[in-house]
């Protein structure tokens, strides 16, 4: 079975009012909040092996010219932010979902009772 990987994007933070470039701009996002989730086997809300991991993307200056107003902001807009621009890169953190995954199929370590008890 294949992993499926999804952003989640828990909130964002925002400047409310700035100038930039000689325009007024509101609402500007300055850090997205984000979870990379990875499923394997059942369904997306009962899988058979699931991890995540969450972060937050510090974005630069809001660029007037190009700049989209946050009530117009759509969930593939900033995913696409999340696959261009975080750090590690998107592949980097899912080869390490991958690996927790592997660990879960094939674990290496155990918690185990007590002998004495």
Request: aromatic residues 10%; proline residues 5%.
């Amino acid at each position: 079975m294949a992993i499926k990987y999804k952003w989640i994007v828990s909130s964002m933070d925002c400047t409310i009012k700035e100038q930039i470039g000689g325009k007024d701009l509101t609402d500007i996002v300055n850090t997205v909040h984000w979870r990379r989730q990875a499923w394997e086997g059942g369904s997306e809300e009962e899988p058979t092996y699931f991890t995540d991991v969450y972060g937050a993307l510090a974005l630069d200056t809001a660029d007037p010219d190009d700049f989209v107003e946050y009530k117009n902001l759509k969930e593939e807009d900033v995913q696409k932010w999340l696959n261009e621009m975080t750090d590690p890169k998107p592949s980097e953190i899912d080869a390490n979902l991958k690996a927790n995954i592997d660990i879960q199929k094939n674990p290496v370590d155990e918690t185990k009772t007590l002998p004495w008890l």
